[in-house]
């Protein structure tokens, strides 16, 4: 499929859409693609903290899931609709319309990666991997089980999935720029 003018630098909507798990390092790498392209960064993570405040588990906490899940999905059309390189909170695609949204993206030319990553590196990736008492292994149990239930969700809208786990940073900003047109 043709690609939308749109699409391209200078456009109006995302020319790439991140999405994947926790600490599969869209903001990491979101940051680096988007400098590397010289176009503006979109972490919908930042928006909602930029219009609602503290870090976003908080916002989960004092909110509630119901409620945090609302904000998620508005943050990540807020998102969808700036140019440039767009990173998605990784519960966006709970939210239907979200996940239609991407997959017009996709189908209209922007490159949609899902950045993959194992268990036990995110875990490494956001300092879980300590030792500790298996009764406390929690939210390890909890990462595994969003990321095996969202898997489906991603793998579904995405037009490039990149398994993360043994490459660098800037090894993944490599790849994206290739799935570039
Ligand atoms: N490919 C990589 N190699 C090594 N470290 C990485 C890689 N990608 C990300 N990291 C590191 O892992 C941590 C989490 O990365 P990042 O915050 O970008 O993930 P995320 O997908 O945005 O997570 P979240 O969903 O929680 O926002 C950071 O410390 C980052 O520097
Ligand atoms: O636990 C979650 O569902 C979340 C984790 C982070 O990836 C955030 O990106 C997201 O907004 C919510
Ligand atoms: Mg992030």
Do not use: C, W
Not at 55 to 74: H, N, Q
Not at 79 to 90: D, I, T
Not at 147 to 163: G, H, M, N, S
């Amino acid at each position: 499929m043709s690609a939308s003018p749109d699409h391209h630098a200078g456009g109006s909507v995302p020319r790439v859409v991140l999405l994947g798990p926790p600490g599969s390092g869209k903001t990491v790498v979101g940051a680096l693609l988007a400098e590397a392209l010289a176009e503006p960064f979109h972490d919908s993570d930042a928006l909602l903290t930029e219009s609602h405040g503290g870090p976003t588990a908080d916002l989960l906490i004092e909110r509630g899931e119901e409620e945090f899940r609302r904000l998620e999905a508005e943050a990540a059309e807020e998102a969808l609709a700036l140019p440039g390189v767009a990173a998605l909170g990784s519960g966006a695609l709970d939210h239907e319309a979200t996940a239609e949204r991407v997959a017009a993206l996709g189908a209209a030319g922007a490159v949609v990666a899902h950045l993959d990553v194992s268990l036990s590196v995110a875990a490494a990736r956001l300092g879980l991997n300590v030792p500790q008492s298996p009764a406390l292994a929690g939210t390890r149990s909890q990462l595994a089980a969003m990321a095996t239930a969202r898997r489906p969700r991603y793998e579904a809208r995405a037009t490039v999935v990149i398994d993360t786990s043994e490459l660098s940073p800037e090894e993944v900003v490599a790849r994206l720029r290739a799935a570039i047109s």
